[in-house]
């Protein structure tokens, strides 16, 4: 059983309400005609059931066995069909060019620069030429900087996570803008925008959210 089959088995996943960027993103995936949408670390399905709902054929991957079933009853209470696989996003099981469009929300960063940088190489593998990609990364603002151990630059591992017990021991990167581009930078950057709040503790979240073009 992985840490996220725990995570996720718990409960203790806080995220369960479509991605904020969700709607826009549907608008412009529509916009340009795109059909076949994948869903790179869908987790639960918060985000695979709204697309299967405005008519994409959606296709979810995650690590997680329990994520995955937790995403098929989801569609299934909301009357929907959607595509998923079990799967690392370092090594999607898909084919080359196979989608219009993938999103990545909040799932990237759980890694070492380098699973990120094998992520996005796949990313833009599985995406056809002009296909988007839209991925979020943690910044070095983010609350969770600089807690844990340093295993290398910019990446951290918490023995004992406090704020999420079940995350315990899962890496975590954070990239400035300028490390952000330099990873993307097999892709045309069309949006790079900070995204930032607070909870209601005085939690700081922040993130790039990343729109970009496969040339």
Not at 75 to 91: K, S, T, Y
Not at 156 to 177: A, K, L, R, T
Request: net charge negative; charged share 25%; glycine share 10%.
């Amino acid at each position: 059983m992985s840490a996220w089959d725990e995570i996720f088995r718990s409960g203790a996943f806080p995220l369960e309400e479509p991605d904020r960027a969700l709607g826009q993103l549907c608008a412009l995936f529509n916009g340009r005609g795109f059909r076949r949408i994948c869903d790179l670390g869908c987790g639960t399905g918060r985000n695979s059931v709204p697309l299967a709902r405005n008519g994409f054929e959606t296709h979810g991957i995650d690590l997680s066995a329990e994520g995955l079933g937790r995403s098929s009853r989801r569609a299934r209470d909301a009357g929907l069909e959607f595509v998923l696989v079990r799967g690392d996003m370092r090594g999607i099981p898909h084919a080359n060019s196979s989608f219009d469009a993938v999103i990545c929300i909040y799932a990237i960063y759980h890694g070492t620069l380098r699973d990120i940088e094998v992520t996005v190489s796949e990313i833009g593998r599985v995406l056809r030429a002009g296909g988007l990609a839209y991925v979020t990364f943690q910044t070095l603002r983010s609350h969770k900087y600089g807690q844990g151990r340093e295993i290398e630059a910019d990446t951290f591992v918490q023995d004992f996570d406090p704020d999420c017990p079940q995350e315990s021991g899962i890496p975590h990167h954070f990239s400035s803008e300028g490390e952000v581009r330099q990873i993307m930078k097999a892709f045309s950057v069309m949006e790079l925008e900070l995204e930032e709040f607070r909870t209601d503790d005085g939690v700081m979240h922040s993130h790039w959210q990343v729109l970009a073009e496969k040339r």
